[in-house]
């Protein structure tokens, strides 16, 4: 059985296997709007369930401090306030908020958390977005530029009202990331912790790769390829996830910051690389750049490769996962 059938299977349930100590322990919850899944090999002096639950008290903690939506979160106050005042936040917000507008230079604009000022106004679950003239009236206030760092005193600031943030493309990233640390400092060496498409694995099983399903993006839990990978992070982002077809256009949680609408070159972008903050943030990039200068940002990048599906279904590979050129002998 693979993985992802696995997980449509063991929702929020403990597997155990029936050796008794050292063993494979492995555990799936609903946290931050997607399934977390965290397995791993529990060697005899290790609490494997500790572990997880460890992980998944760290997710709950982002998800608290990061959610749009939830009115005692960090984020909803920065919306709240920001284009009021200079706000004094967390460092660990600060540093994540720095880190997102240092990929929106990387990506040029590709990626930016400004994205909810017109992101704000789709509710895909409820089929609702907005007009083209509401749009056109909140576009301008999408730009990372719009977001005033001050490093000393730690504080943001929005220079416009109407300024919005959200941190979905990057949260997940972040939150699988602080899991493996976590199942490291426990002396955890092979595990896989997964938030929706964001996953990173840890060392491997027993010698082997972990396999990692890419979705078919037209397909509901068809796979199209399986990967076999160890120590690496993976991120898919596809136009899959959350969307509603209205007049055979598909809207989806992509927004492309440059027109307010949902990114529709491609069907899904998988990155494979050293962490899971990095894979997030660049799948939903790449995802809104498109083959040409998408596939030119990974191969720019060292340690990142692209596995992309455009809205033809053609798929496409960064140079480091082409088959090698055969030398002639
Ligand atoms: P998911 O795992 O939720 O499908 P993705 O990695 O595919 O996430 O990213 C989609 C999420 O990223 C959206 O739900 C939204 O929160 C956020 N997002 C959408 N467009 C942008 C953008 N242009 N820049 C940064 N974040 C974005
Ligand atoms: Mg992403």
Redesign the pocket.
């Given at each position: 059985m693979n993985k992802l059938s696995r997980f449509a299977l063991f929702t929020s349930l403990v597997f155990v296997s029936s050796v008794a100590n050292a063993e494979w322990v492995s555990s799936e919850q609903a946290i931050m709007g997607?399934r977390i899944h965290v397995e791993l090999w529990q060697d005899d002096n290790i609490d494997g369930q500790a572990a997880i639950n460890a992980v998944m008290a760290e997710m709950r903690r982002i998800d608290e401090l990061m959610s749009p939506h939830k009115k005692t979160s960090a984020l909803y106050r920065i919306n709240q306030l920001a284009s009021q005042q200079e706000l004094r936040i967390s460092s660990e917000m600060f540093k994540l908020i720095a880190r997102s507008i240092e990929f929106s230079r990387l990506t040029e604009g590709?990626?930016?958390?400004t994205?909810a000022s017109v992101?704000h106004l789709y509710n895909y679950r409820a089929h609702k977005r907005p007009d083209r003239k509401t749009i056109k009236k909140q576009l301008g206030k999408i730009d990372f530029h719009n977001i005033v760092l001050d490093k000393n005193r730690q504080t943001i600031r929005f220079t416009h009202t109407g300024v919005f943030i959200?941190l979905?493309?990057i949260a997940?990233g972040y939150a699988v990331d602080n899991g493996i640390k976590i199942l490291q400092q426990r002396g955890i060496k092979s595990a896989i912790v997964s938030a929706?498409?964001?996953s990173r694995i840890l060392g491997n099983r027993h010698g082997r790769p972990w396999m990692m399903g890419i979705r078919n993006p037209r397909k509901h839990d068809g796979l199209l390829t399986r990967l076999p990978l160890w120590d690496t992070a993976l991120?898919t982002?596809?136009d899959y996830?959350?969307y509603f077809i209205e007049d055979g256009v598909r809207y989806h949680?992509?927004?492309?910051?440059k027109t307010g609408d949902s990114a529709r070159k491609l069907r899904s972008v998988t990155i494979i690389g050293p962490d899971a903050i990095t894979t997030?943030a660049l799948?939903?990039s790449l995802?809104?750049m498109g083959i040409e200068r998408g596939m030119a940002l990974a191969n720019q990048l060292p340690d990142i490769d692209a596995i992309m599906i455009d809205n033809k279904g053609r798929f496409f590979y960064s140079n480091g996962l082409q088959e090698p050129a055969t030398t002639k002998p």
């Open positions: 997607t590709a990626f930016d958390i994205y992101g959200d979905g493309g997940k929706g498409g964001d991120s982002s596809g996830e959350r949680h992509i927004i492309d910051p997030d799948s939903t995802f809104i």
